[in-house]
């Protein structure tokens, strides 16, 4: 049988979703978990793998248990006991069973990302904001944003030497939202993303806001391919996975 869980956590402390050899990852901890409640060993397939210090408010991943030799009788009393066990920046929300060809990565459709940005200091979100001191147009960095859209092959933000078949996105949208006087947030959405590829692709448009890049150079860097051309990456922690859609 083959179980989804919907989950959500903080990655302060962690090194990335996926299990690293020398760091504690959510998808280790999500592991040990299930197999110390399900008495036998347990491997969990995540939708993505985000990096060190990114959040997200919604993961799915799915695991596989074989009926003769653990059977799970109420989804909803595992989730609670997941939760009883599972340290407090990890919750999940909800375990479903799933037909067998349900995959927590490539039946995926759509995943959403947020980045988030204060324009004044704020000690209550700044382990989740990227406090910005420059005066940013952020017009001007949506006008570049709707650039997206219309490309395909996102090479330029793609972190280097990194093994992938394809750098080719269909990016469905993206813009920036302003939710207070001093916050606002990138909202992208996207069939699939490059490892790195929002923060590259924030740290390009603040470029763009910063007046130091013109949308005609900006298009110029997504045409290059080049992650040379692009702007820097920006820091993990204000970065979360808003939404994954099947």
Not at 172 to 177: G, R
Not at 230 to 244: D, K, T, V, Y
Request: hydrophobic share 40%; proline share 2%.
């Amino acid at each position: 049988m083959r179980y989804f869980i919907h989950l959500s956590y903080d990655g302060t402390r962690y090194h990335g979703w996926q299990i690293q050899p020398n760091g504690i990852s959510v998808e280790g901890e999500l592991e040990r978990c299930l197999s110390t409640i399900l008495r036998t060993t347990i491997d969990v397939v995540g939708a993505g793998r985000t990096d060190a210090g990114v959040h997200a408010r919604h993961m799915v991943a799915h695991f596989d248990v074989d009926d003769t030799q653990c059977v799970i009788k109420d989804c909803k009393d595992l989730a609670y006991k997941l939760n009883r066990i599972l340290p407090p920046d990890i919750a999940v929300y909800n375990i479903e069973s799933v037909s067998d060809d349900m995959h927590a990565r490539f039946s995926a459709t759509a995943r959403t990302y947020h980045y988030y940005v204060s324009t004044r200091r704020d000690p209550f979100s700044r382990h989740y904001t990227w406090l910005t001191h420059f005066n940013l147009d952020f017009a001007l960095m949506n006008k570049a944003a709707s650039m997206l859209l219309t490309h395909k092959d996102f090479a330029c933000f793609c972190k280097s030497h990194t093994d992938v078949k394809t750098t080719l996105c269909d990016v469905t949208e993206a813009k920036w939202i302003q939710t207070s006087e001093t916050e606002w947030f990138f909202r992208i959405r996207a069939n699939r993303f490059l490892r790195n590829m929002v923060r590259a692709v924030v740290g390009t448009l603040v470029e763009v806001g910063r007046h130091r890049m013109t949308l005609d150079e900006f298009q110029q860097v997504l045409e290059s391919g080049k992650r040379t051309r692009a702007g820097e990456s920006m820091p993990a922690n204000a970065l979360f996975l808003e939404r994954i859609e099947y």
